[in-house]
Structures are given as structure tokens and as C-alpha cells.
């Protein structure tokens, strides 16, 4: 196998196997992450999704992902509260709209959102959708799809839900839902006409293998916008002692994804703030998607700031 070789596989149309994605993680990162870039430019051109998101309700949740500060089973200094009415929401989305931003993300804790307030978001998407126009996703846990029916009846267009990691590595990271679980939540999303959202967190410590062992589950369930988390340690939850990943650690991550699916967004999300160049090498290595603005329950990256950079690198934000 050579880098070459592989590259010219994936620009003609060729999927890569595990053995080649594991061979290209151990490749020189200049090379590797000009190649991942040049894959990028001839699926994607210039092409950036750029997207904000809210925690439209926080805390309290009954999972017991060993990442998450929202989770009941430990104590952080995250914030609870219910759901946001649909008039916040709504002023939330419409302000993100001003600033250039073309998708917006209601994000829900909890093992899944209930009946009544998917009703509620349902309430919130229409009312979003009248005053901004802008492309909504929601991230509501598990749901099934007469509940995904709903909300793409309201106007919601995508669904976030993250694998989290690999398959062989989930139990090691949550004991309270399954992969399957989440695997299915997915395939109902898509059988209500809606397109998904999904990747995970790396630095759980998983191994090169769950990395790519993740990105050949979503390359399967036809995933095309895939949000690459980088573990921010949360004082209070299991994982606050992992160390951090270095900024070519999620370089050579995203290059390798690029190989493995050529055509998705790869966006960089979670823990981008904390590399020193907030993301930009990454854009140049493959990653051509992000999210804007604050995270869950972590400061972000204004919008502002990010479009001037992505100005700066060629790109030009569209759906």
C-alpha cells in the first residue's frame, strides 16, 4: 500500500478497507493531510456547513455516559432546567440567522424526549422556520420515528444522534443505552424522510481501531455530516482525568475520515476551542464542517471570529 495509491482509489470512487484506514493512520501527517484536503476539494469544493446549537434543556438525564456533565449519575456544575419555550428558541435561531449561520440545532438531554415535548419542539421548529428561514436539526435522544415523523412535519430537516465511539468500545463508555440502541434511533430518522447527523468523541480511550471502527459503522448507515468531538475532561464525570488530544492528534483523525468518507461534512465540534488554532489546521486536513458558538455546557468560538477564518481559508458557508 502507498498514500498515493489510496488517494487516487478514493478520488475514483473507491472505498478504502479497514487494514488501508489503519496503514494511512500511520502515515507522515504532512503528507496524509494534503492528500485528506485534496479529497476534500474534489467531493466538497469549498463548500463549509457551518451550524449553531442550543441546550434546549439541560441536565437531570437518566444515561450514564461516562463524558457527559448533564448526566444525573454525576456531579458537575452544569446547569438544569426544563424546556426553553418556543419564543426563546426561536429569538435564539433568528439572531444566529443575522449572523451568517445557515443551520441551528435544538439539543435536548435525557435518554429521549417526551411525547409532549416533542409536540413542543414541534410548536418551536414552525415558529422558527416563519420568523428566520433557517435550516433546523434536532438532538432529542432516542427517539422513534413516528416521533421524527412529527418533528419533519413541523420542518425539521436533520437529526443529530452520535455513535459516541466504536461498537466494541460503547459498554466501556455508557451501560445505560446500547449501541444498537442508538444504531436504530438512526435507521428510524431516516425512515421518516430526515437525514442524520452523527459521529463521536475522541480521547474516551478508545484505540486507533474504534476510531475507524466508527467511521466505517457511519460510512454503512449512509451518514453524510459526521461532527468530530474532541474529549473536554468535565471535573465531576469519569473520564476528568483523561489526557487531552494534541491538536495533529484530530489532524490525522480527520484526514483519515476524509479517506473513509469522501463526501461528508466532517465537523469539528466539541473540544475545538481548546486547540490553539481553534481549528484551522484541521481545516486544511480534511475537516470542512463546524459548530459555532458555545457548546452544550462549555464556552465556543463566536461566529464571528469563525467566519473570518474560514474567509481567510477559501471557504464559503452553504447547506
Known amino acids: ?126 415558529e422558527i422556520r416563519e420568523k428566520s428561514g433557517i435550516s433546523v436539526c434536532i438532538s432529542a435522544g432516542l427517539l422513534d420515528e413516528p416521533s421524527y415523523r412529527q418533528l419533519k412535519e413541523a420542518g425539521v430537516t436533520r437529526v443529530h444522534n452520535n455513535l459516541e465511539t466504536s461498537r466494541r468500545y460503547f459498554p466501556h463508555i455508557c451501560t445505560t443505552h446500547t449501541f444498537e440502541d442508538k444504531v436504530q434511533a438512526i435507521r428510524a430518522a431516516q425512515a421518516a424522510g430526515l437525514s442524520v447527523c452523527s459521529g463521536g468523541i475522541m480521547g474516551l480511550g478508545e484505540t486507533v481501531g474504534d476510531r475507524i471502527d466508527m467511521a466505517l459503522t457511519l460510512r454503512e448507515l449512509g451518514i453524510r455530516s459526521v461532527p468530530v468531538n474532541m474529549l473536554n475532561p468535565i471535573p465531576g464525570t469519569p473520564l476528568a482525568g483523561m489526557p487531552r488530544l494534541t491538536q495533529d492528534d484530530m489532524r490525522r483523525i480527520v484526514a483519515v475520515y476524509r479517506f473513509i468518507l469522501p463526501d461528508a461534512a466532517i465537523r469539528l465540534a466539541g473540544g475545538r476551542g481548546l486547540l490553539a488554532d481553534k481549528g484551522e489546521s484541521c481545516f486544511t486536513s480534511g475537516a470542512n464542517a463546524a459548530i459555532s458558538g458555545d457548546m452544550l455546557t462549555t464556552a465556543g468560538i463566536t461566529t464571528e471570529t469563525d467566519l473570518a477564518l474560514l474567509s481567510r481559508l477559501g471557504y464559503e458557508v452553504k447547506l
Open 1 to 126: 500500500m502507498q498514500l498515493n495509491q489510496l488517494t487516487d482509489r478514493v478520488l475514483h470512487g473507491g472505498q478504502i478497507s479497514r487494514e488501508q484506514a489503519m496503514f494511512l493512520h500511520e502515515q507522515p501527517l504532512s503528507a496524509l493531510c494534503a492528500s485528506a484536503d485534496r479529497i476534500r476539494r474534489h467531493f466538497c469544493a469549498n463548500r463549509f456547513d457551518l451550524c449553531t446549537i442550543i441546550n434546549a434543556k439541560s441536565g437531570r438525564c437518566s444515561e450514564n455516559c461516562k463524558f457527559c456533565a448533564q448526566s444525573s449519575h454525576y456531579h458537575t456544575s452544569a446547569a438544569s432546567y426544563p424546556l426553553l419555550p418556543a419564543r426563546q428558541l426561536a429569538a435564539h435561531a433568528k439572531a444566529s440567522r443575522k449572523r451568517g449561520v445557515l443551520r441551528y440545532s435544538i439539543v435536548t438531554s435525557g435518554r429521549r424526549l417526551p411525547e409532549a415535548e416533542v409536540a413542543q419542539v414541534c410548536e418551536a421548529v414552525r
